[in-house]
Nanobody
Framework: VQLQASGGGLVQAGGSLRLSCAAS????????MGWFRQAPGKEREFVSG????????VYADSVKVRCTVSRDNTKNILYLQLNSLKPEDTAVYSC???????????????????????WGQGTEVTVSS
């Protein structure tokens, strides 16, 4: 599966953005998906994950009350709604895919960057204060 993230941009603190991750190549509904971000000079960090069906979601504590992940398996698109953005949310946001039948506890593996098989090009989010 090929992934392409979009929707990033420059936004003022307190604003909102909706990021999208378009999948092609088939089989989108067979993958658990995740959003990660990487700020300059920092490691890539987990933001949110969603199961293949969309029934299960998990969020990093830093975004939990400000963020909603969703997916549309009929359109092969993953979304991340970011609200009340802060300057510390500034980063390149990337989407990843791992097979739905991957071994391990779901909540743990979707938060682990090395468990993802496919990655898309990131989209840059810049939040000004």
């Amino acid at each position: 599966v090929q992934l392409q993230a979009s929707g990033g941009g420059l936004v003022q603190a307190g604003g909102s953005l909706r990021l999208s991750c378009a999948a092609s190549g088939g089989g989108f509904s067979n993958y658990d998906m995740g959003w990660f971000r990487q700020a300059p000079g920092k490691e890539r960090e987990f933001v949110s994950g969603i199961s293949w069906s969309g029934r299960n979601t998990v969020y990093a504590d830093s975004v939990k009350v400000r963020c909603t992940v969703s997916r549309d398996n009929t359109k092969n698109i993953l979304y991340l709604q970011l609200n009340s953005l802060k300057p510390e949310d500034t980063a390149v946001y990337s989407c990843g895919a791992q097979p739905m039948n991957s071994p391990g506890i779901w909540n743990q593996r979707v938060q682990t960057v090395t468990r993802y098989r496919y990655w898309g090009q990131g989209t840059e989010v810049t939040v000004s204060s």
